[in-house]
């Protein structure tokens, strides 16, 4: 199960932190990514990260490059997606995913208002 959290309203430029807690899993074998959808659009890549076997591995998409970072705490079991200087395109329900499988989390609603 994932638990995702940390979506909000926040002006333009400003920042959020999101988690995607995971429980049930053996978390830190999984690649992990964080995923959204915009209204209207279809649901996108953000941000993956690598699992213990392929530590480094972390891509962003073209459009938060710069502006987010992910991580993960595998102690913990959490993956983050920090995100700053927030552009109200970036307003979408956010989703963390285990990589290449079908478990999602509910998703959390980033608002950006301009």
């Known amino acids: 199960q994932l638990q995702a959290s940390g979506g909000g309203l926040v002006q333009a430029g400003g920042s959020l932190r999101l988690s995607c807690k995971a429980s049930?899993?053996?978390?830190?074998?999984?690649?992990m990514g964080w995923y959204r959808q915009a209204p209207g659009k279809e649901r996108e890549l953000v941000a993956t990260?690598?699992?213990?076997?392929?530590?480094?591995?972390?891509h962003y998409a073209d459009s938060v490059k710069g502006r987010f970072n992910i991580s993960r705490d595998n102690v913990r079991r959490t993956l983050y997606l920090q995100m700053n200087s927030l552009k109200p395109g970036d307003t979408a329900v956010y989703y963390c995913?285990?990589?290449?499988?079908?478990?999602w989390g509910k998703g959390t609603l980033v608002t950006v208002s301009s």
């Open positions: 995913r285990v990589q290449s499988t079908n478990y």
């Open positions: 049930g899993i053996n978390f830190r074998l999984y690649d």
């Open positions: 990260i690598g699992s213990v076997s392929n530590v480094g591995s972390i």
